[in-house]
T-cell receptor
Framework: DAGVTQSPTHLIKTRGQQVTLRCSPKSGHDTVSWYQQALGQGPQFIFQYYEEEERQRGNFPDRFSGHQFPNYSSELNVNALLLGDSALYLC?????????????FGPGTRLTVL | GNSVTQMEGPVTLSEEAFLTINCTYTATGYPSLFWYVQYPGEGLQLLLKATKADDKGSNKGFEATYRKETTSFHLEKGSVQVSDSAVYFCALSRWGSQGNLIFGKGTKLSVKP
């Protein structure tokens, strides 16, 4: 079992650009959540996807959008990048019903905005 | 709103010392409470959890008790090892283990041999 995988590992962009981050959930999981972790801070919830729809959303602007595919994998898109978007982006997956009642986290994508 | 406050780090201990990391929360209703650990270069891992008042979560020698009267969920371990060096995050969720998690800022623990 590969666990939660994320790509790429690191990414460098410039202000104003757009970025797409990818996540493959743990086998058997159908729910994917995204978090932003700024340096020295705890992760902050961005949104959660289930059945290809956004179920919950945190306090993030519309520049942050997502998508979930039929195979449960997910993308996080950020438009018009700001310096403050530099952070570690974490993906977590969980089974909505059944299975261990726990969110499993991937290793994250480190985004640097210059 | 819902929030988590945990003690500032870093915390440096000698091997076999007793560990306490304080965590208090503010939430409406009856949240579930969690401790996650982040080892260097790795993703977050669930360490333990408690879903109702007076529950005690435990794992790998760590334990924490859900205290509703003091809105606290302090992490303790009787004898730390060098391998426990990591960043520890307290978190809550109002929607069980699959709901969105609200994290504290994290406490870095360094254990010296």
């Amino acid at each position: 079992d590969a666990g939660v995988t994320q790509s790429p590992t690191h990414l460098i962009k410039t202000r104003g650009q757009q970025v797409t981050l990818r996540c493959s959930p743990k086998s058997g999981h159908d729910t994917v959540s995204w978090y932003q972790q700024a340096l020295g801070q705890g992760p902050q919830f961005i949104f959660q996807y289930y059945e290809e729809e956004e179920r919950q959303r945190g306090n993030f602007p519309d520049r942050f959008s997502g998508h979930q595919f039929p195979n449960y994998s997910s993308e996080l898109n950020v438009n018009a990048l700001l310096l403050g978007d530099s952070a570690l982006y974490l993906c977590a997956s969980s089974p909505l019903v059944g299975g261990p009642n726990e969110q499993f986290f991937g290793p994250g994508t480190r985004l640097t905005v210059l | 709103g819902n929030s988590v406050t945990q003690m500032e780090g870093p915390v440096t201990l000698s091997e076999e010392a007793f560990l306490t990391i304080n965590c208090t929360y503010t939430a409406t209703g009856y949240p579930s409470l969690f401790w996650y650990v982040q080892y260097p270069g790795e993703g977050l891992q669930l360490l333990l959890k408690a879903t109702k008042a007076d529950d005690k979560g435990s794992n790998k020698g760590f334990e924490a008790t859900y205290r509703k009267e003091t809105t606290s969920f302090h992490l303790e371990k009787g004898s730390v090892q060098v391998s426990d060096s990591a960043v520890y995050f307290c978190a809550l969720s109002r929607w069980g283990s699959q709901g969105n998690l609200i994290f504290g800022k994290g406490t870095k623990l360094s254990v010296k041999p």
